[in-house]
């Protein structure tokens, strides 16, 4: 078992060590020029805080009861201080609570806003169209309206010329025959030519 140790805790042959690194190991660049990093700009500007005078403050007392009274003392105080860190970590959640609280109030009340504000204008737009629907039918209905009454002034217009031309007609007929007959007196006089022609 301890050979096994010494084995894995031994350092690589350098020949492998070559082997693997030649073989597996891309090509590296023969560039010397370092790029500038997050990592190395912040280990070159990172400034320490100055050096805690608690540290490395105890000195281990001779007498063992004073040990004990000195330590009651550092875990008294160590108590208060994680008292007051806790107190201070729980008024910091709280505040952040209050502001997340509020910042999701002002939201909602925005979003409630703005969604009065679509129903309006969506109100408004509908009330436009059927305005403007309206209006549309009302100029359909007139259109109608006046064609119908253009028809019915042309169609009698049709009707008195046709009337016109018959009577036009009848008239032309009067003044072409020499003697007009009524129609009562026609049968009469047929018989009476009929007559006269056969004597």
């Not at 891309?26 to 990093?37: D, I, K, N, W, Y």
């Not at 990592?39 to 007498?63: A, E, I, T, V």
């Not at 032309?172 to 007559?195: F, H, N, P, T, Y």
Request: net charge positive; charged share 35%.
């Amino acid at each position: 078992m301890a050979s096994s140790r010494l084995l894995l805790r031994a350092p690589k042959p350098r020949i492998l060590e070559n082997v693997f690194t030649q073989r597996f190991c891309p090509q590296r660049s023969l560039s010397t020029t370092v790029l500038p990093s997050y990592h190395n700009d912040h280990q070159r500007n990172h400034q320490y805080l100055s050096r805690n005078d608690y540290l490395n403050s105890w000195k281990q007392p001779q007498d063992p009861k004073e040990a004990q009274a000195k330590l009651s003392l550092l875990r008294r105080d160590y108590a208060m201080k994680v008292k007051a860190v806790r107190k201070e970590y729980i008024q910091e959640i709280e505040l952040q609570r209050l502001e997340k609280q509020r910042k999701d109030e002002i939201k909602k009340e925005a979003m409630r806003i703005e969604g009065e504000e679509r129903k309006a204008a969506k109100a408004a737009a509908k009330k436009a169209k059927a305005a403007e629907r309206q209006v549309a039918e009302e100029e359909f209905r007139q259109t109608l309206l006046k064609e119908r009454a253009e028809k019915l002034e042309y169609h009698t217009m049709r009707q008195n010329k046709i009337l016109e031309k018959k009577k036009e007609k009848s008239e032309l007929v009067r003044r072409q025959s020499s003697m007009w007959i009524d129609e009562g007196q026609l049968e009469g006089k047929i018989l009476e030519a009929i007559v006269s022609t056969s004597l």
